[in-house]
Structures are given as structure tokens and as C-alpha cells.
């Protein structure tokens, strides 16, 4: 499942398939699961998102755009080094919308 943001002038592509948890964890050693928790956990008590938050924010947008766009540069910090800002705020709900969206076309119900 593709989306494309806009991020400050440049159009940037996210892209989430059965593969982005594998890829995260290869990646960066950490479980995506347990990183979208805890954004999602920052996010809703309306506080300052803690360090893991933001770095698992950072990782998570990374590796959804390198999905889409292999081309990108190879490290999340060259990556992120291509816009002025970057706001959490501003993308989370956007790329967490691409995630719930992808779950839920991957979940089907069981007969009974």
C-alpha cells in the first residue's frame, strides 16, 4: 500500500507491504510493533514524544520510504538530511493511517 506525502517542497512516497516488519527488524534490530506502541502510546497522552518515540518515528518513515523509492540514500540520518524539518506531528498520523490501512487489508476474518 502506497501514499505520497508532501514534505516541504518535495513529494515523498511511503509504501507498507507484509515485508516492512522484516525489513525494520533486519534494519535497525528493533520489533516495529513494539516502536509503534510506543509512538502511538507518546502520541495519544498528548505529550513529548520520548527519544525511542521519535527515533522509531524517524526509522519507521525511513524505512516505509526506502520501500517505495530504493534510490533514497542509504542511511535514515542522509535521508532525513534532505528536508528542512520533519515534523512528527505534522506526518504521524499520515503514516500511521498508511499502517492501519495495510493491516487491515492483510486481516481477514475465520469462518466459523
Given at each position: ?88 506531528y505534522e506526518y ?21
Amino acid at each position: 500500500m502506497d501514499k505520497i506525502l508532501t514534505i516541504g517542497d518535495k513529494e515523498v512516497g511511503f509504501r507498507v507491504t507484509a515485508s516492512t516488519p522484516m525489513r525494520y527488524r533486519n534494519r535497525f534490530g528493533r520489533d516495529i510493533f513494539d516502536d509503534l506502541m510506543s509512538i502511538k502510546n507518546d502520541f495519544t497522552k498528548d505529550e513529548n514524544f520520548t527519544i525511542k518515540s521519535l527515533e522509531a518515528f524517524e526509522y519507521l518513515s525511513y524505512i516505509m520510504a526506502k520501500q517505495y523509492d530504493p534510490s533514497i540514500p542509504e542511511t535514515p540520518e542522509d535521508w532525513l538530511d534532505e528536508f528542512e524539518a520533519f515534523s512528527i506531528y505534522e506526518y504521524l498520523p499520515e503514516i500511521m493511517d498508511l499502517w492501519v490501512r495495510n493491516e487491515a487489508t492483510t486481516s481477514t476474518a475465520k469462518k466459523k
